[in-house]
């Protein structure tokens, strides 16, 4: 137990000190001078019991008694005082002073409240700590229930009145993750970070969804503050996340059966929604190194996995990121570019087919062929032949 001593004679509140500490040397004690020096220790330590002086310097222990209960509500008073007189005792019972002690203090006297004040406060914490389990295996326990009814899934004779009645109308926001590996901290973020929003624009929770899906259900009390909240959070996720992640919202749900409807057009809406890249230009920087790296590398086989390890992105993300950023598909702005690269080979008569091919990234002449009358309209000796008039090889 955290004790604080204020007294403004130095031998009391020693005296306190040394008595305290014979009969219980796990208890932490801090001295205060006056009532100044023990608003700085309160601010600063988790203190549960202060014994005060009544008449100090500046500030009596009764006002330092009402100004520092509505900061720190949990914090049992003893007062000591070396007046007796009734006003003294009565004001301190009123600001709610567990105890009121004349100096000269006997030291058994001294022990034995302290005994019955550290049992208290050790009961009262104990049940702070049972009701806080209580309130979070409630809280676990709706958020639950809440997913698998989201999910469409059986929640047996569970009573979702309660619920039902505290979200009358609201909105429903998905973040969804695209990642192989396991994100079990970036669940972590979403939870705090939208949640955090959550609360502050109306109230709701979240729920885990999927195992890279997380579902919020949000009340609000102003309809127009949605795009801000969903633009808050697409900033905070940018900041913070390492993986590329979706946002989806539905229209405002006032019937609780149509939930698991909601919930399923945002996953169909997923499917084709682009995935955001964490980090400012995260994104724009991986594709730009990508694009070096084609240019370096087009003449070897390159595939789109290839490609997206380099810079560290998911196939699926770097292929939807690559056709946002250049307008062309992967294999399409590859085939374009390798074939831009067999019209230049192409001027030089000293070359032969095959040899563009294979230096081209085609080790099949034929497959080569092919891919460039597609593009270009001609055969590669038909090509030829229009700016050289060479002969077909």
Known sequence: MNILIVDDETVIREGIQRTLRQRFPDFRMHLAANAEEALIILHNHPIQLVLTDILMPSMTGLELMNIARKKHPHV??????????????????????????????????????????????????????????????????????????????????????????SFPTFYLIMVKMDSDRAVQLEHFIIENILGELIERFGKGFVTIHDTNSLLGIYS?????????????????????????????????????????????????????????????????????????????????????EKVASIVFLNPVYFSQLFKQKTGHGFKEYVIQLRLEQAKQLLQNPALKLAEIAERIGYQDMRHFSQLFRKKFGVTPSEYRQTISGGQEE
């Not at 001294?110 to 049940?127: G, V």
């Not at 309130?135 to 326990?141: G, I, R, T």
């Not at 409807?261 to 594709?287: C, F, L, N, P, W």
């Open 220 to 304: 609000i009390h102003q309809a127009d503050k949605l795009p801000t909240l969903l633009d808050e959070l697409r900033v905070n996720l940018v900041r913070c996340l390492r993986v590329p992640f979706q946002i989806m919202h539905s229209e405002l749900i006032k019937n609780f059966n149509d939930v698991p409807v909601a919930v399923q057009h945002m996953r169909q809406a997923s499917a084709t929604q682009v995935y955001e890249h964490y980090g400012a230009g995260g994104g724009d920087k991986a594709i730009d190194v990508a694009l070096q790296y084609i240019r370096a590398h087009y003449q070897v086989d390159l595939s789109l």
């Open 76 to 165: 049992k008073w003893v007062v000591v005082s070396a007046y007796s007189e009734f006003s003294y005792a009565q004001e301190a019972v009123r600001l709610g002073a567990k105890d009121y002690l004349l100096k000269p203090i006997g030291k058994e006297m001294l022990i034995d409240m302290i005994q019955q004040l550290s049992e208290e406060i050790a009961r009262e914490e104990e049940l702070t700590q049972e009701a806080e389990k209580l309130k979070n295996s409630q809280k676990s326990l709706r958020e639950a229930v809440f997913g698998r009814w989201a999910a469409g899934l059986d929640i047996g004779r569970i009573d979702l009145t309660p619920l039902i009645e």
